[in-house]
C-alpha cells in the first residue's frame, strides 16, 4: 500500500506540474495537446519488420519495460524500440552530438563542435573494434538499430513533439553510431589539467603549481625537457570546450520559426565531465545484513537533466535476463544485476588522456618533427552540412602519429595532437556491458571487466553465493618515467605511451576482513602503489561517511541503505564550524546569535535546516575570500575555491606562511571571521532577520527544465516543478551546483538486495518517458525529491502482478526477419 500511495502521490505530481497551471495560455492548451497526440503506442499490438518471432513488453506502474523475447536478436530489437519509444529526440540528439551532424539543424554555431566530434571517431581495426566488447557484440548492435530504426519508420508521421518544434526528421541509425566516442571521451582526461598547469607554471612556476593543486600521491611538477609553456593556453581547447559545453536552446533572432539556434547534449555526455562529483558505491558481506546475503547499493552522479541521462529497462531472453540502468542510446545495462551478480561503479579516473605539442615546419604546416626526421599528417577533408547555407562547409581534419590535431598555432609553428583512448578499439563507453550482464560469477566478472576501457570505473559486485569485490577497470596507459601533469613536446619520441596495464594490476579487492566495501571517486590506490595511473582524485569526505556509518554498523537492511544514499552529515562541517568558537566577541550580537545557532548545530545539511544555509553561505564566503587572499590576480580566473577547498580547511585549521605569507594565524582570523559576517549579513538581506525561518532548501534548488522551453507555453508544457535540496558536494546525498542550485547528482540509484532481488529499489529522476505527455515524464521527481524509491521488479510473478501495461510486438504477417 505504501509503494501504491507513493505512485499515486508521483503521479499527481506529474500531472500539476503539466497540465495545472491556472495561467495556462492557448498555446500552452494547444502545445499539450499535440503532444499528448504524439505519444508512443504502449499497449496492445503492433506488428514490425524484422521481428523473428512476438516479444512481449510489459511495463510496470513507474514505466519501466520488462523485455521478453525467445530470441537474442528480437531481444534488442525490442529493445531499441522500446528506448526510441520513450526517448526518440534524445537519442537524436545524441547521434547527432556523436557523428559531428549538430550544424545541419542548428546552424553555424555547431561548426566547431561538429569538427571536434568528428576528429574523435575511431578510425581503427573495426573487426577489434567489435570484438572487443562481447564476441557477438556486432550482432547484438545491428539488432538494436533495426529496433531504434523500426520506431523511426513507423512513427515518420507522429514524431515526438519536439521534432516538430524543432523543423527537423530523424534519421536512421547506423550501428556505427553506438561506436562513436564523444560520449567516452568526456569521462576521460586530463588535457584540460595539462593545460591549466602550463598555464599556471609558465606565469607562476612549478612550486606554486604544486601548491594550488594538490596532487595525490604527491608528485613533483617538473616541465618536460623540450617544452616551451609559452603559448599554451585556453585556446587549445576551444574545439573541445565547444563540443563538450552544455548550451541552452534559445530563439534564433534571425528566423521567424523560433527553431533552437544552439543545443545542450540532452544524453548528458557530450556536456559532463563526470570526474568526481559525486559517485558512491558500496557492498557489504551477508555478515553484516539483516538477510545474511550481500546488499549492494550505487548512485552514479551525472548532470541532472531533463529527460533523463540513464534508461531503465529488464531484458529477458535466451542467456539474458538482467536488469539496470543504462543510457537510451546503447543496448544492455551499465549498472545493476542479473540472476546471479549485482554490480554498481563510480568513475576511477585514470589519466586517458595526453596532450602533444609537435613542432611544424615554417614552410609546410602539415610537416611535423618526429625524432629527427620530418613527418607528414594525414588529412582527411570531410563536409559539413549546415543550417541556413546553400552549400557545406569543409574542414580538414589532421592527424599526426600521436592523434588528431585538435589546434594549430601558425605562429608559433606549433600543432596540438590529442593522444587519448578513444583511438584505441574497445573504448566507445559503456559498451563492455554486453559482456558483464552475462556474467555469473567472480571470474567471469573479471575476464569481462578486461574489456572495459571507457570510461574506468571503480566496479563493485555481489553473487547471490554470498561474495562480495571491486575492481578499478579501464585503460591504464603506461607512461615510463613521466607523469603525464603536463603536455609534453611530441618530437623527441621520449614521451610515448608503452601499452596498458593488465586489469591484474589495477587495484582489487574480493571478500575483504572487513566484510564491506566502497567507493566514492576517492583516492583509491593503496599506500606503495607501483603504478602511476592518477593524480587527482575526489576529496575523501563522502568515502570517510560511507566507511563511518558502514564500519559502525551491522544487519544492514534495503532501508538502511536508502537512508545512507540520502545521508547529509557533512564531514568538512566538523573541521570548519569549530573554528568559531572563541571568535564571538568578533561579532556584533546578530552575528553571535548565528554563530551560537552553528556550534549547536548537528552537522547535517539537511533542507529544512538554518545552520546548514548560514554554513552553506559562509563557506561560500570564505572560498571566494580566501582565493583573493592566496592568488595573484591573474591566477584567479584559473583555479577555482571548490578545487581549493581541502587546501582552504588545512590552511585555515593551521596556518601557514607559505599562503598567508606573514602573520598567518591572523590572516586566518579576520578571514573566518570576515566571511562569516558576510554571510549573515547576506542571508539576513535575503530571508529577514528571523533565523529561525532561514532554511538551507529556499537556498538550495534543483531545476527540471527542458531545453526547448523557451518561452511561456513551452514552460507549461515541459518543465517540472522546481525542488529544495539538502547536503552538498561533499555530503553522501552529493548536490553539487554552482550558485546552490544542484547540477549534478544521483539521477539514478539503486539498492540490489541478493537474497531476493524482489527486494531491491530503483529511482531514476525525473521519470523514464522523454515525452512530455507521457505520464512517465515526471512522475518519479515526487519519489525523488523525498528521498524514496520504487521497487525494481525483476521475478516475473512480480512483473506480472504489477503490470500497468502490456505490448505485444509481432513480426509482420509473412515478413519475419532471418
Known amino acids: 500500500m505504501k509503494r501504491l500511495a507513493l505512485t499515486i502521490l508521483a503521479l499527481g505530481f506529474a500531472i500539476q506540474a503539466a497540465f495545472s497551471n491556472d495561467r495556462a495560455t492557448s498555446p500552452a492548451t494547444d ?29 510496470d506502474p513507474w514505466g519501466v519495460a520488462h523485455i521478453y523475447a525467445e530470441t537474442q536478436d528480437d531481444l534488442f530489437f525490442a529493445q531499441g524500440f522500446v528506448a526510441a519509444q520513450d526517448r526518440l529526440w534524445q537519442m537524436e540528439i545524441w547521434r547527432r552530438t556523436g557523428e559531428g551532424k549538430l550544424a545541419e539543424v542548428l546552424g553555424e554555431s555547431a561548426i566547431e563542435r561538429d569538427k571536434f566530434a568528428r576528429l574523435m571517431r575511431y578510425r581503427g581495426d573495426m573487426e577489434a573494434e567489435w570484438k572487443s566488447y562481447s564476441p557477438d557484440a556486432k550482432q547484438i548492435i545491428e539488432c538494436f538499430v533495426r529496433g531504434v530504426n523500426a520506431f523511426i519508420e513507423t512513427s515518420r508521421d507522429r514524431l515526438p513533439i519536439e521534432f516538430q518544434l524543432m523543423g527537423i526528421k530523424p534519421e536512421l541509425w547506423t550501428p556505427e553510431v553506438c561506436l562513436t566516442r564523444m560520449a567516452g571521451y568526456v569521462m576521460t582526461r586530463n588535457a584540460s589539467a595539462e593545460v591549466l598547469r602550463a598555464q599556471l607554471a609558465r606565469r607562476f612556476g612549478a612550486e606554486k603549481v604544486d601548491l594550488w593543486i594538490e596532487t595525490d600521491p604527491f608528485k613533483r611538477l617538473e616541465v618536460p625537457a623540450g617544452l616551451d609553456l609559452n603559448g599554451i593556453d585556453n585556446k587549445i581547447l576551444a574545439g573541445a570546450n565547444a563540443a563538450s559545453a552544455v548550451v541552452n536552446f534559445s530563439a534564433d533572432p534571425n528566423t521567424t520559426s523560433g527553431l533552437p539556434k544552439q543545443v545542450e547534449n540532452l544524453a548528458g555526455d557530450v556536456a559532463d565531465r563526470e570526474r568526481n562529483e559525486g559517485s558512491n558505491n558500496w557492498v557489504v558481506s551477508g555478515s553484516l545484513s539483516a538477510t545474511g546475503k550481500p546488499i549492494l547499493a550505487n548512485d552514479p552522479h551525472r548532470l541532472i537533466l531533463l529527460p533523463s541521462l540513464r534508461y531503465m529497462v529488464h531484458l529477458t531472453g535466451p542467456g539474458w535476463n538482467v536488469i539496470g540502468a543504462g ?125 572495459w576501457k571507457v570510461p574506468s570505473e571503480n566496479l563493485v559486485y555481489a553473487d547471490v553465493d554470498g561474495n562480495i569485490g571491486w575492481q578499478a577497470a579501464g585503460a591504464a596507459p603506461v607512461r615510463r618515467g613521466w607523469s603525464g601533469l603536463l603536455p609534453v613536446p611530441g ?33 583509491v590506490i593503496p599506500e606503495g602503489y607501483k603504478h602511476e595511473i592518477n593524480f587527482e582524485w575526489a576529496a575523501p569526505y563522502r568515502f570517510n561517511r560511507i566507511e563511518e556509518v558502514l564500519g559502525k554498523g551491522s544487519k544492514f537492511t534495503v532501508n538502511d541503505f536508502e537512508r545512507l544514499q540520502h545521508d547529509e552529515a557533512s564531514l568538512p562541517v566538523r573541521e570548519l564550524v569549530p573554528l568559531l568558537k572563541g571568535r564571538l566577541a568578533d561579532f556584533p550580537a546578530s552575528t553571535q546569535r548565528a554563530a551560537e545557532l552553528l556550534l549547536r548545530w548537528d552537522g547535517v545539511l539537511a ?193 506480472e502482478k504489477n503490470a500497468a501495461e502490456r505490448l505485444l510486438l509481432e513480426p509482420r504477417a509473412g515478413r519475419q526477419g532471418k
Open 31 to 59: 502545445l499539450a495537446a499535440r503532444a499528448r497526440a504524439v505519444l508512443a503506442q504502449t499497449s496492445g499490438r503492433i506488428e514490425l519488420d524484422g521481428l523473428q518471432k512476438p516479444v512481449e513488453v510489459i511495463r
Open 327 to 451: 543510457e537510451p542510446t546503447l543496448p544492455g545495462v551499465a549498472a545493476g544485476h542479473n540472476e546471479r551478480i549485482g554490480f554498481g561503479f563510480t568513475i576511477v579516473g585514470i589519466d586517458q588522456q595526453d596532450l602533444y605539442v609537435e613542432q611544424t615546419d615554417r614552410n609546410n604546416s602539415l610537416l611535423y618533427r618526429y625524432m629527427g626526421k620530418g613527418s607528414l599528417m594525414r588529412v582527411e577533408r570531410e563536409q559539413i552540412k549546415v543550417k541556413g547555407r546553400a552549400e557545406p562547409v569543409e574542414v580538414e581534419l589532421k592527424f599526426t602519429r600521436h592523434g588528431p590535431v585538435i589546434y594549430e598555432d601558425r605562429k608559433l609553428h606549433r600543432a596540438y595532437a590529442l593522444k587519448w583512448i578513444g583511438s584505441e578499439p574497445g573504448s566507445a563507453g559503456y559498451l563492455a556491458s554486453l559482456s558483464l550482464n552475462r556474467a555469473t560469477n567472480w571470474a567471469e566478472f573479471l575476464k569481462a571487466l578486461e574489456r
Open 607 to 799: 533542507k529544512e535546516s538554518a545552520g546548514a544555509a548560514i554554513y552553506e553561505m559562509w563557506i561560500q564566503k570564505m572560498g571566494s575570500t580566501f582565493i583573493d587572499r592566496i592568488l595573484p590576480s591573474e591566477a584567479k580566473g584559473l583555479v577555482s575555491s571548490g578545487s581549493l577547498f581541502t587546501t582552504m580547511i588545512r590552511a585555515l585549521k593551521n596556518p601557514d606562511a607559505k599562503l598567508f605569507g606573514a602573520n598567518a594565524q591572523g590572516k586566518a582570523r579576520v578571514l573566518i571571521s570576515m566571511s562569516f559576517a558576510d554571510a549573515v549579513t547576506e542571508l539576513s538581506a535575503r530571508f529577514g532577520r528571523d533565523m529561525k525561518k532561514w532554511r538551507w532548501g529556499d537556498l538550495h534548488i534543483a531545476e527540471f527544465k527542458h531545453p526547448l522551453s523557451t518561452d511561456d507555453a513551452r514552460r507549461f508544457v515541459f518543465d517540472l516543478k522546481t525542488v529544495a535540496r539538502g547536503g552538498d558536494g561533499n555530503t553522501v546525498n552529493a548536490t553539487s551546483g554552482a550558485k546552490f542550485i544542484q547540477r549534478s547528482g544521483a539521477s539514478f540509484r539503486e539498492i540490489l538486495d541478493l537474497s531476493d532481488w524482489d527486494n531491491s529499489v530503483a529511482i531514476n529522476v525525473p521519470g523514464q518517458s522523454g515525452q512530455p505527455a507521457s505520464p512517465h515524464y515526471g512522475d518519479l521527481l515526487p519519489l525523488w525529491a523525498e528521498g524514496k524509491y520504487f521497487p525494481l521488479l525483476f521475478s516475473r510473478d512480480k512483473v
Open 491 to 523: 618530437d623527441s619520441g621520449r614521451y610515448e605511451w608503452d601499452g596498458f596495464l593488465p586489469l591484474s594490476e589495477l587495484p582489487r579487492a574480493y571478500n575483504p576482513a572487513k566484510q564491506f566495501i566502497a567507493t566514492a571517486n576517492h583516492k
